[in-house]
Protein backbone atom coordinates (compact mmCIF):
# COMPACT_ATOMS: atom_id res chain seq x y z
CA UNK A 1 0.00 0.00 0.00
CA UNK A 2 1.56 3.21 -1.16
CA UNK A 3 1.68 6.36 1.96
CA UNK A 4 0.30 9.09 1.71
CA UNK A 5 3.40 10.52 1.07
CA UNK A 6 4.18 8.30 -1.71
CA UNK A 7 0.35 9.42 -3.16
CA UNK A 8 2.28 12.82 -4.15
CA UNK A 9 5.19 11.17 -6.20
CA UNK A 10 4.57 10.56 -10.03
CA UNK A 11 3.37 7.51 -10.69
CA UNK A 12 6.67 5.87 -11.45
CA UNK A 13 7.65 6.54 -7.90
CA UNK A 14 5.10 4.59 -6.55
CA UNK A 15 5.73 1.38 -8.45
CA UNK A 16 8.24 -0.99 -6.01
CA UNK A 17 10.34 -1.98 -8.49
CA UNK A 18 11.24 1.25 -10.36
CA UNK A 19 11.45 3.29 -6.88
CA UNK A 20 14.36 1.59 -5.89
CA UNK A 21 16.37 2.88 -8.94
CA UNK A 22 14.28 6.43 -9.20
CA UNK A 23 14.47 7.94 -5.74
CA UNK A 24 18.33 8.14 -6.08
CA UNK A 25 17.75 10.99 -8.61
CA UNK A 26 15.38 12.87 -6.97
CA UNK A 27 17.34 12.31 -3.29
CA UNK A 28 20.86 12.79 -2.83
CA UNK A 29 21.08 10.18 0.94
CA UNK A 30 24.30 8.54 1.96
CA UNK A 31 22.66 5.11 0.32
CA UNK A 32 21.39 7.10 -2.95
CA UNK A 33 24.52 8.52 -3.86
CA UNK A 34 26.26 4.47 -2.78
CA UNK A 35 23.44 3.20 -4.85
CA UNK A 36 24.35 5.16 -7.72
CA UNK A 37 27.73 4.42 -7.55
CA UNK A 38 27.58 0.61 -7.50
CA UNK A 39 25.15 0.40 -10.46
CA UNK A 40 27.88 2.74 -12.63
CA UNK A 41 30.46 0.19 -11.37
CA UNK A 42 27.98 -2.76 -12.38
CA UNK A 43 27.18 -1.14 -16.22
CA UNK A 44 30.39 -0.45 -16.75
CA UNK A 45 32.04 -3.87 -15.59
CA UNK A 46 29.14 -5.76 -17.98
CA UNK A 47 30.13 -3.71 -21.15
CA UNK A 48 33.94 -4.72 -20.93
CA UNK A 49 32.71 -8.39 -19.45
CA UNK A 50 30.60 -8.77 -22.95
CA UNK A 51 33.62 -8.48 -24.92
CA UNK A 52 34.73 -11.60 -23.92
CA UNK A 53 38.64 -10.67 -24.36
CA UNK A 54 40.04 -8.39 -22.23
CA UNK A 55 42.48 -6.21 -24.35
CA UNK A 56 42.61 -9.00 -26.98
CA UNK A 57 40.86 -8.22 -30.25
CA UNK A 58 40.97 -9.97 -33.43
CA UNK A 59 42.72 -6.79 -34.69
CA UNK A 60 45.16 -6.44 -32.47
CA UNK A 61 47.71 -8.27 -34.05
CA UNK A 62 47.89 -5.84 -37.17
CA UNK A 63 47.38 -2.61 -35.05
CA UNK A 64 50.67 -4.38 -33.23
CA UNK A 65 52.66 -5.13 -36.42
CA UNK A 66 51.59 -1.54 -37.80
CA UNK A 67 52.72 0.41 -34.85
CA UNK A 68 56.27 -1.77 -35.15
CA UNK A 69 56.23 -0.70 -38.82
CA UNK A 70 55.73 2.46 -38.30
CA UNK A 71 57.75 2.92 -35.04
CA UNK A 72 61.09 1.33 -36.93
CA UNK A 73 60.61 1.81 -40.33
CA UNK A 74 58.86 5.01 -40.35
CA UNK A 75 55.02 5.79 -42.03
CA UNK A 76 54.38 3.41 -44.63
CA UNK A 77 53.26 4.42 -48.30
CA UNK A 78 53.23 0.79 -49.69
CA UNK A 79 52.07 -2.32 -48.06
CA UNK A 80 54.77 -3.90 -46.73
CA UNK A 81 52.96 -7.36 -45.76
CA UNK A 82 51.34 -7.66 -49.54
CA UNK A 83 52.51 -10.72 -51.80
CA UNK A 84 51.39 -8.58 -54.66
CA UNK A 85 54.21 -5.78 -55.38
CA UNK A 86 53.62 -1.46 -54.49
CA UNK A 87 50.01 -2.10 -53.18
CA UNK A 88 48.97 1.50 -51.66
CA UNK A 89 48.61 1.40 -48.28
CA UNK A 90 46.74 4.06 -45.77
CA UNK A 91 47.07 3.13 -42.64
CA UNK A 92 43.77 5.21 -40.70
CA UNK A 93 45.11 4.69 -37.56
CA UNK A 94 48.39 5.14 -37.36
CA UNK A 95 49.06 7.28 -34.22
CA UNK A 96 46.78 4.87 -32.17
CA UNK A 97 49.02 1.92 -33.33
CA UNK A 98 52.46 3.66 -32.53
CA UNK A 99 50.98 4.49 -28.70
CA UNK A 100 49.99 0.73 -28.86
CA UNK A 101 52.99 -0.71 -30.03
CA UNK A 102 54.84 1.50 -27.29
CA UNK A 103 52.88 -0.10 -24.35
CA UNK A 104 53.88 -3.45 -25.30
CA UNK A 105 57.39 -2.72 -26.06
CA UNK A 106 57.61 -1.32 -22.59
CA UNK A 107 55.30 -3.86 -20.60
CA UNK A 108 54.74 -6.59 -23.14
CA UNK A 109 51.02 -7.88 -23.02
CA UNK A 110 50.57 -6.29 -19.74
CA UNK A 111 51.16 -3.03 -21.20
CA UNK A 112 48.04 -3.49 -23.69
CA UNK A 113 46.01 -4.09 -20.76
CA UNK A 114 47.53 -0.75 -18.85
CA UNK A 115 46.85 0.91 -22.44
CA UNK A 116 43.11 -0.50 -22.69
CA UNK A 117 42.64 0.99 -19.08
CA UNK A 118 44.36 4.29 -20.58
CA UNK A 119 41.79 4.13 -23.14
CA UNK A 120 38.70 3.82 -20.92
CA UNK A 121 40.02 6.30 -18.67
CA UNK A 122 39.96 8.78 -21.74
CA UNK A 123 36.86 7.94 -22.56
CA UNK A 124 35.01 8.30 -19.23
CA UNK A 125 36.85 11.48 -18.47
CA UNK A 126 35.19 12.91 -22.15
CA UNK A 127 32.19 11.42 -21.34
CA UNK A 128 32.16 13.62 -18.28
CA UNK A 129 33.36 16.68 -20.37
CA UNK A 130 30.19 16.76 -22.36
CA UNK A 131 28.27 15.73 -19.25
CA UNK A 132 28.73 18.41 -16.94
CA UNK A 133 28.39 20.99 -20.03
CA UNK A 134 24.44 20.75 -20.11
CA UNK A 135 23.59 23.06 -17.89
CA UNK A 136 24.67 26.00 -15.13
CA UNK A 137 24.85 23.75 -12.89
CA UNK A 138 26.67 20.36 -12.57
CA UNK A 139 25.48 17.17 -12.08
CA UNK A 140 26.57 15.48 -8.13
CA UNK A 141 29.23 13.02 -8.73
CA UNK A 142 27.17 9.69 -8.45
CA UNK A 143 24.68 10.80 -10.82
CA UNK A 144 27.93 11.78 -12.83
CA UNK A 145 29.63 7.93 -12.45
CA UNK A 146 26.02 6.71 -13.53
CA UNK A 147 25.66 8.45 -16.58
CA UNK A 148 29.41 7.04 -17.50
CA UNK A 149 28.38 3.67 -16.64
CA UNK A 150 25.60 3.73 -18.50
CA UNK A 151 27.55 4.89 -21.84
CA UNK A 152 30.49 2.43 -20.98
CA UNK A 153 27.73 -0.25 -20.73
CA UNK A 154 27.40 -0.68 -24.58
CA UNK A 155 30.97 0.85 -25.61
CA UNK A 156 32.68 -1.11 -23.24
CA UNK A 157 32.60 -4.01 -25.98
CA UNK A 158 34.55 -1.90 -28.64
CA UNK A 159 37.29 -0.66 -25.79
CA UNK A 160 40.32 -2.82 -26.04
CA UNK A 161 43.51 -2.07 -28.49
CA UNK A 162 40.78 -0.99 -30.88
CA UNK A 163 41.06 2.91 -32.12
CA UNK A 164 37.61 2.96 -31.71
CA UNK A 165 37.53 4.41 -27.97
CA UNK A 166 39.54 7.35 -29.88
CA UNK A 167 36.38 8.07 -31.73
CA UNK A 168 34.39 7.62 -28.24
CA UNK A 169 36.42 10.83 -27.04
CA UNK A 170 36.11 12.58 -29.80
CA UNK A 171 32.50 12.46 -29.90
CA UNK A 172 31.89 12.88 -26.57
CA UNK A 173 34.27 16.19 -26.92
CA UNK A 174 32.59 17.40 -29.81
CA UNK A 175 29.21 17.60 -28.54
CA UNK A 176 31.00 18.94 -25.04
CA UNK A 177 32.18 21.87 -27.25
CA UNK A 178 29.16 22.22 -28.99
CA UNK A 179 26.77 22.57 -26.13
CA UNK A 180 28.70 24.58 -24.12
CA UNK A 181 28.43 27.29 -26.88
CA UNK A 182 25.32 26.61 -27.38
CA UNK A 183 24.54 27.47 -24.13
CA UNK A 184 26.68 30.77 -23.32
CA UNK A 185 27.18 31.72 -26.58
CA UNK A 186 30.67 32.02 -26.65
CA UNK A 187 32.27 31.65 -30.00
CA UNK A 188 35.71 30.34 -28.25
CA UNK A 189 34.29 27.10 -27.62
CA UNK A 190 34.35 26.13 -31.31
CA UNK A 191 38.20 26.99 -31.35
CA UNK A 192 38.42 23.35 -30.10
CA UNK A 193 36.72 21.42 -32.69
CA UNK A 194 39.37 21.69 -35.38
CA UNK A 195 41.62 20.55 -33.43
CA UNK A 196 39.60 17.37 -31.96
CA UNK A 197 38.98 16.61 -35.70
CA UNK A 198 42.62 16.61 -36.46
CA UNK A 199 43.21 14.25 -33.55
CA UNK A 200 40.36 12.03 -34.69
CA UNK A 201 41.69 11.40 -38.27
CA UNK A 202 45.18 10.45 -37.03
CA UNK A 203 43.75 7.92 -34.42
CA UNK A 204 40.96 6.55 -36.69
CA UNK A 205 40.44 8.41 -39.97
CA UNK A 206 37.67 5.93 -40.63
CA UNK A 207 34.98 8.00 -38.35
CA UNK A 208 36.41 11.36 -38.55
CA UNK A 209 33.30 12.60 -40.57
CA UNK A 210 31.41 11.76 -37.33
CA UNK A 211 32.74 15.18 -35.73
CA UNK A 212 31.39 16.92 -38.49
CA UNK A 213 27.92 15.16 -38.67
CA UNK A 214 27.47 16.09 -34.85
CA UNK A 215 28.88 19.33 -34.68
CA UNK A 216 26.43 19.78 -37.44
CA UNK A 217 23.27 18.82 -35.49
CA UNK A 218 23.97 22.18 -33.69
CA UNK A 219 22.83 24.22 -36.41
CA UNK A 220 19.44 23.09 -35.29
CA UNK A 221 18.06 25.31 -31.97
CA UNK A 222 17.56 23.52 -28.81
CA UNK A 223 13.96 24.11 -29.21
CA UNK A 224 11.90 23.76 -32.57
CA UNK A 225 9.44 26.49 -31.69
CA UNK A 226 12.39 28.61 -32.02
CA UNK A 227 11.86 28.44 -35.83
CA UNK A 228 8.63 30.35 -35.01
CA UNK A 229 9.86 33.11 -32.27
CA UNK A 230 13.18 34.03 -33.59
CA UNK A 231 13.53 35.71 -36.79
CA UNK A 232 15.95 34.37 -39.86
CA UNK A 233 18.50 36.85 -39.40
CA UNK A 234 18.52 36.03 -35.90
CA UNK A 235 19.02 32.41 -36.32
CA UNK A 236 21.57 32.73 -38.44
CA UNK A 237 23.58 35.38 -36.43
CA UNK A 238 23.73 32.86 -33.49
CA UNK A 239 24.83 29.88 -36.26
CA UNK A 240 27.40 31.93 -37.85
CA UNK A 241 30.49 30.82 -35.50
CA UNK A 242 29.23 27.11 -36.21
CA UNK A 243 29.42 27.83 -40.59
CA UNK A 244 32.86 29.18 -39.95
CA UNK A 245 34.11 26.43 -37.74
CA UNK A 246 32.35 23.26 -39.82
CA UNK A 247 34.69 23.93 -43.00
CA UNK A 248 37.25 24.46 -40.61
CA UNK A 249 37.24 21.50 -39.35
CA UNK A 250 36.91 19.46 -42.66
CA UNK A 251 40.44 21.40 -43.58
CA UNK A 252 41.48 20.12 -40.20
CA UNK A 253 41.14 16.49 -41.11
CA UNK A 254 43.22 16.87 -44.05
CA UNK A 255 45.91 17.41 -41.56
CA UNK A 256 47.25 13.41 -41.45
CA UNK A 257 50.28 11.97 -43.22
CA UNK A 258 48.49 10.68 -46.09
CA UNK A 259 46.47 14.00 -46.77
CA UNK A 260 43.37 13.29 -49.25
CA UNK A 261 43.93 9.24 -49.40
CA UNK A 262 43.49 9.92 -45.17
CA UNK A 263 40.57 12.02 -45.46
CA UNK A 264 38.61 10.06 -48.12
CA UNK A 265 39.40 6.82 -46.19
CA UNK A 266 36.27 6.98 -44.51
CA UNK A 267 34.29 6.31 -47.73
CA UNK A 268 36.60 3.67 -49.03
CA UNK A 269 35.97 1.70 -46.13
CA UNK A 270 32.35 1.71 -46.17
CA UNK A 271 31.77 -1.04 -49.26
CA UNK A 272 34.85 -3.29 -49.27
CA UNK A 273 33.90 -4.39 -45.38
CA UNK A 274 30.11 -5.08 -45.62
CA UNK A 275 30.92 -7.03 -49.05
CA UNK A 276 29.58 -10.62 -48.83
CA UNK A 277 27.88 -9.48 -45.19
CA UNK A 278 30.71 -12.08 -43.68
CA UNK A 279 32.19 -9.81 -40.93
CA UNK A 280 29.81 -10.25 -37.98
CA UNK A 281 29.72 -6.51 -36.83
CA UNK A 282 28.82 -5.50 -40.16
CA UNK A 283 25.69 -6.64 -40.09
CA UNK A 284 22.62 -5.57 -38.91
CA UNK A 285 22.01 -5.08 -35.61
CA UNK A 286 19.12 -8.39 -35.00
CA UNK A 287 21.25 -10.66 -37.05
CA UNK A 288 24.09 -9.87 -35.46
CA UNK A 289 23.38 -10.52 -32.34
CA UNK A 290 20.35 -12.94 -32.44
CA UNK A 291 18.16 -10.57 -30.97
CA UNK A 292 20.55 -9.43 -27.71
CA UNK A 293 20.62 -6.12 -28.70
CA UNK A 294 17.16 -5.31 -27.84
CA UNK A 295 19.28 -5.35 -23.89
CA UNK A 296 21.52 -2.28 -25.11
CA UNK A 297 18.20 -0.71 -26.56
CA UNK A 298 16.49 -1.04 -23.84
CA UNK A 299 19.62 -0.14 -21.37
CA UNK A 300 19.97 3.26 -24.15
CA UNK A 301 15.93 4.24 -24.28
CA UNK A 302 14.40 3.50 -20.63
CA UNK A 303 16.93 5.55 -18.69
CA UNK A 304 16.09 8.53 -20.97
CA UNK A 305 12.12 8.19 -21.28
CA UNK A 306 11.48 8.00 -17.45
CA UNK A 307 13.39 10.99 -17.09
CA UNK A 308 11.91 12.60 -19.35
CA UNK A 309 8.52 11.79 -18.77
CA UNK A 310 8.97 12.32 -14.88
CA UNK A 311 10.82 15.55 -15.20
CA UNK A 312 8.68 16.29 -18.42
CA UNK A 313 11.43 17.90 -20.27
CA UNK A 314 12.58 17.11 -24.15
CA UNK A 315 15.59 16.07 -25.39
CA UNK A 316 17.30 19.33 -26.77
CA UNK A 317 17.01 19.12 -30.84
CA UNK A 318 20.67 18.72 -32.07
CA UNK A 319 20.68 15.43 -29.54
CA UNK A 320 17.35 13.92 -30.43
CA UNK A 321 18.77 14.19 -33.87
CA UNK A 322 22.09 12.47 -32.87
CA UNK A 323 20.45 9.90 -30.81
CA UNK A 324 17.87 8.78 -33.64
CA UNK A 325 20.96 9.20 -36.28
CA UNK A 326 22.98 6.63 -33.48
CA UNK A 327 19.65 4.34 -33.55
CA UNK A 328 19.40 3.77 -37.29
CA UNK A 329 23.40 3.43 -37.35
CA UNK A 330 23.09 0.69 -34.79
CA UNK A 331 20.21 -0.86 -36.53
CA UNK A 332 21.92 -1.24 -40.11
CA UNK A 333 25.98 -2.10 -38.84
CA UNK A 334 25.77 -3.91 -35.45
CA UNK A 335 29.58 -1.83 -35.09
CA UNK A 336 27.71 1.48 -34.44
CA UNK A 337 26.28 -0.06 -31.16
CA UNK A 338 29.18 2.40 -29.13
CA UNK A 339 27.56 5.59 -30.85
CA UNK A 340 23.85 4.92 -29.30
CA UNK A 341 25.37 4.21 -26.38
CA UNK A 342 27.23 7.20 -25.78
CA UNK A 343 24.52 9.24 -27.44
CA UNK A 344 21.55 7.46 -25.15
CA UNK A 345 24.02 8.58 -22.22
CA UNK A 346 24.33 12.22 -22.83
CA UNK A 347 20.91 12.31 -23.77
CA UNK A 348 19.43 11.17 -20.69
CA UNK A 349 22.35 13.42 -18.78
CA UNK A 350 20.72 16.35 -20.05
CA UNK A 351 17.42 15.55 -19.04
CA UNK A 352 19.10 15.48 -15.16
CA UNK A 353 18.65 18.61 -13.04
CA UNK A 354 22.27 19.47 -11.53
CA UNK A 355 22.72 20.90 -8.61
CA UNK A 356 26.30 22.13 -8.06
CA UNK A 357 27.76 25.39 -9.01
CA UNK A 358 30.80 24.61 -11.00
CA UNK A 359 32.45 28.04 -10.27
CA UNK A 360 32.74 26.73 -6.61
CA UNK A 361 35.05 23.87 -7.50
CA UNK A 362 38.12 23.96 -5.95
CA UNK A 363 41.41 22.48 -7.90
CA UNK A 364 41.78 19.40 -5.35
CA UNK A 365 38.16 18.88 -5.66
CA UNK A 366 37.94 18.73 -9.69
CA UNK A 367 41.23 16.80 -9.31
CA UNK A 368 39.54 13.92 -6.97
CA UNK A 369 36.43 14.13 -9.19
CA UNK A 370 38.90 13.17 -11.88
CA UNK A 371 40.56 10.22 -9.88
CA UNK A 372 37.29 8.85 -9.20
CA UNK A 373 35.97 8.66 -12.91
CA UNK A 374 38.93 6.74 -13.62
CA UNK A 375 39.06 4.53 -11.32
CA UNK A 376 35.49 3.57 -12.59
CA UNK A 377 36.77 3.21 -16.08
CA UNK A 378 39.36 1.08 -14.93
CA UNK A 379 37.61 -1.50 -13.01
CA UNK A 380 36.17 -2.77 -16.18
CA UNK A 381 38.54 -3.88 -17.87
CA UNK A 382 41.31 -4.83 -15.11
CA UNK A 383 37.88 -7.55 -13.88
CA UNK A 384 37.64 -8.57 -17.51
CA UNK A 385 41.26 -9.21 -18.35
CA UNK A 386 41.13 -11.00 -14.35
CA UNK A 387 38.09 -13.25 -15.79
CA UNK A 388 40.07 -14.13 -18.95
CA UNK A 389 43.12 -15.11 -17.39
CA UNK A 390 41.38 -16.82 -15.20
CA UNK A 391 39.28 -19.11 -17.97
CA UNK A 392 42.75 -19.52 -19.71
CA UNK A 393 44.48 -20.99 -17.06
CA UNK A 394 46.27 -17.97 -16.08
CA UNK A 395 46.84 -16.45 -19.57
CA UNK A 396 45.76 -14.03 -21.90
CA UNK A 397 44.11 -14.03 -24.93
CA UNK A 398 46.63 -12.62 -26.47
CA UNK A 399 48.91 -15.31 -25.08
CA UNK A 400 46.60 -18.83 -26.18
CA UNK A 401 46.29 -17.07 -29.38
CA UNK A 402 50.07 -16.74 -29.93
CA UNK A 403 51.17 -20.44 -28.53
CA UNK A 404 48.55 -21.57 -31.34
CA UNK A 405 50.38 -20.00 -34.18
CA UNK A 406 53.67 -19.33 -33.61
CA UNK A 407 54.97 -22.82 -33.32
CA UNK A 408 53.43 -23.41 -36.83
CA UNK A 409 54.62 -19.76 -38.19
CA UNK A 410 58.21 -21.22 -37.47
CA UNK A 411 58.07 -24.00 -39.11
CA UNK A 412 56.85 -21.77 -42.52
CA UNK A 413 59.65 -19.40 -41.76
CA UNK A 414 62.69 -22.01 -41.62
CA UNK A 415 61.08 -23.63 -45.05
CA UNK A 416 63.73 -21.65 -46.70
CA UNK A 417 60.99 -20.63 -49.39
CA UNK A 418 61.40 -16.83 -49.96
CA UNK A 419 57.79 -15.06 -49.04
CA UNK A 420 55.81 -18.66 -48.79
CA UNK A 421 52.21 -18.02 -49.87
CA UNK A 422 50.20 -18.97 -47.23
CA UNK A 423 46.12 -19.70 -47.06
CA UNK A 424 44.81 -19.45 -43.40
CA UNK A 425 41.57 -21.04 -42.92
CA UNK A 426 40.61 -18.17 -40.29
CA UNK A 427 41.72 -15.06 -41.28
CA UNK A 428 42.70 -13.88 -38.13
CA UNK A 429 46.20 -16.12 -38.86
CA UNK A 430 47.34 -13.26 -41.22
CA UNK A 431 47.22 -11.00 -38.74
CA UNK A 432 49.34 -12.70 -36.76
CA UNK A 433 51.64 -13.66 -39.90
CA UNK A 434 52.15 -9.70 -40.38
CA UNK A 435 52.69 -9.16 -36.69
CA UNK A 436 55.77 -12.16 -37.40
CA UNK A 437 56.79 -10.05 -40.62
CA UNK A 438 55.92 -12.55 -43.29
CA UNK A 439 53.84 -11.13 -46.49
CA UNK A 440 49.84 -12.32 -47.02
CA UNK A 441 47.77 -12.84 -49.45
CA UNK A 442 45.36 -9.99 -47.38
CA UNK A 443 44.44 -9.32 -43.75
CA UNK A 444 41.23 -8.09 -41.50
CA UNK A 445 41.47 -4.52 -43.50
CA UNK A 446 39.22 -5.46 -46.60
CA UNK A 447 39.46 -1.32 -47.58
CA UNK A 448 43.28 -1.74 -48.12
CA UNK A 449 42.76 -4.90 -50.37
CA UNK A 450 40.00 -3.48 -52.15
CA UNK A 451 41.93 -2.36 -55.50
CA UNK A 452 43.68 -3.42 -58.01
CA UNK A 453 47.38 -3.88 -57.51
CA UNK A 454 50.00 -3.65 -59.63
CA UNK A 455 49.80 -6.98 -61.97
CA UNK A 456 45.50 -6.05 -62.34
CA UNK A 457 44.40 -8.75 -59.72
CA UNK A 458 40.80 -7.21 -58.15
CA UNK A 459 40.53 -7.23 -54.48
CA UNK A 460 42.39 -10.25 -52.48
CA UNK A 461 39.64 -9.88 -49.88
CA UNK A 462 36.70 -10.40 -52.06
CA UNK A 463 38.19 -12.97 -53.50
CA UNK A 464 38.06 -14.67 -50.84
CA UNK A 465 34.97 -14.05 -49.50
CA UNK A 466 33.49 -15.11 -52.85
CA UNK A 467 35.72 -18.89 -52.34
CA UNK A 468 34.09 -18.97 -49.36
CA UNK A 469 30.62 -19.33 -50.13
CA UNK A 470 30.62 -23.13 -50.61
CA UNK A 471 32.69 -25.89 -50.23
CA UNK A 472 32.71 -26.62 -54.31
CA UNK A 473 33.80 -22.50 -54.16
CA UNK A 474 36.14 -22.94 -51.83
CA UNK A 475 38.15 -25.93 -53.64
CA UNK A 476 38.61 -23.51 -56.60
CA UNK A 477 39.68 -21.02 -54.42
CA UNK A 478 42.38 -23.24 -52.96
CA UNK A 479 43.22 -24.86 -56.35
CA UNK A 480 43.73 -21.67 -57.95
CA UNK A 481 45.81 -19.40 -55.69
CA UNK A 482 48.96 -22.36 -55.60
CA UNK A 483 49.41 -22.26 -51.73
CA UNK A 484 52.81 -23.40 -50.16
CA UNK A 485 50.88 -23.60 -46.82
CA UNK A 486 48.09 -24.34 -45.16
CA UNK A 487 46.80 -23.47 -41.51
CA UNK A 488 43.61 -24.65 -40.75
CA UNK A 489 41.82 -26.10 -37.60
CA UNK A 490 42.00 -29.61 -36.15
CA UNK A 491 38.57 -30.27 -36.95
CA UNK A 492 38.63 -29.73 -40.81
CA UNK A 493 41.96 -30.77 -41.53
CA UNK A 494 41.50 -33.84 -43.05
CA UNK A 495 39.03 -32.38 -45.60
CA UNK A 496 42.18 -30.14 -46.66
CA UNK A 497 44.64 -33.17 -46.87
CA UNK A 498 41.16 -35.46 -48.85
CA UNK A 499 40.85 -32.99 -51.53
CA UNK A 500 43.85 -31.32 -51.94
CA UNK A 501 46.79 -34.07 -51.64
CA UNK A 502 48.08 -32.75 -48.26
CA UNK A 503 50.52 -33.44 -45.45
CA UNK A 504 50.79 -32.66 -42.06
CA UNK A 505 53.92 -31.06 -41.51
CA UNK A 506 53.07 -29.45 -37.68
CA UNK A 507 50.30 -29.33 -35.46
CA UNK A 508 49.54 -27.37 -32.19
CA UNK A 509 46.38 -27.93 -29.62
CA UNK A 510 44.19 -25.98 -32.07
CA UNK A 511 46.08 -25.48 -35.44
CA UNK A 512 47.37 -27.78 -38.62
CA UNK A 513 49.89 -26.44 -40.62
CA UNK A 514 49.68 -28.91 -44.12
CA UNK A 515 51.80 -28.08 -47.04
CA UNK A 516 51.99 -30.24 -50.42
CA UNK A 517 52.36 -34.03 -50.34
CA UNK A 518 53.73 -34.23 -54.22
Not at 192 to 215: C, K
Not at 346 to 365: I, M, W
Amino acid sequence: MPTERDTQLALPFRIPVLRVFLLPFVQDGKRDRLFLILLACVMSTAGFLMQGNGSYDSDGWFLLATGKQIVKNGIPYTNPWSLASYRPIVVQQWLHDVLLYGSYALAGYAGTILYQVLLSAVVALALAFAIQGFGDKCLTLPRLLFCIGLALFGAGIYISVRPTAWSMACMALTVGVCTRWKRTGDWRYLIALPAITGLHVNMQSAMWLLDVFLAGCFLLPRDPSDFKTTTPDEMLAEIFPLTIALPAMVLAAFVNPYGVNGVRYVIDSMGAASYGNVISEMKPAFEATNGFCVVFFAVGFIPTALAAAIGRKRVDAPLLVILIAAVVATMLHWRNVWIFSVASALAFASLLTGTEDPSASKPHHMTKTAALIALLAAIGPLVANCCVCAANGGQSCWQTSERSANPLVKKIAESGIYDPVVYAEDPVIYNYLEWEGMKVPFDLRPELWDDKGAAGVVSPYRDYVDGMQSKKARLSYLTSNHFDYYIVSKDTAHWYKENLNLKVVSATDTLVLLENAG
